[in-house]
């Protein structure tokens, strides 16, 4: 089983960074393709960024192309999501959450999830 901690969310003006952190408790982290997904009120839950095992595979959606950065330490059991450029359209909850095998950007393909962390942009 693997359980997941996000952190480092919080109210940042627009055009600001932010950087998300997700903890996870397994000895074989490396084992895991990792994703960040967010949610909105009212919206459904949106892919964010994926990234396999090593870091050699990212994925972005094309709203957060060039303003965010997935990448992860396998040595520390974290991954992270530097969040540059921020918009008000980027307030959401966001979720980590992880695979075994290969990086993916579908919500469904998703065992583990972490509990979310709030990101908030004032316009």
């Known amino acids: 089983q693997v359980q997941l901690v996000e952190s480092g969310g919080g109210l940042v003006q627009a055009g600001g960074p932010l950087r998300l952190s997700c903890a996870a408790s397994?000895?074989?982290?490396?084992?895991?393709?990792v994703a960040w997904f967010r949610q909105a009120p009212g919206k459904e839950r949106e892919s964010v960024a994926a990234?396999?095992?090593?870091?050699?595979?990212?994925l972005y959606a094309d709203s957060v192309k060039g303003r965010f950065t997935i990448s992860r330490d396998n040595a520390k059991n974290t991954v992270y999501l530097q969040m540059n450029s921020l918009k008000f359209e980027d307030t959401a909850v966001y979720y980590c959450?992880?695979?075994?095998?290969?990086?993916?950007?579908?919500?469904?393909?998703?065992?583990?999830w972490g509990q979310g962390t709030q990101v908030t942009v004032s316009s």
């Open positions: 397994t000895r074989t982290f490396s084992n895991y393709a």
């Open positions: 959450a992880a695979k075994s095998a290969g990086a993916s950007m579908a919500v469904y393909r998703y065992n583990y």
């Open positions: 990234i396999n095992w090593n870091g050699g595979i990212v």
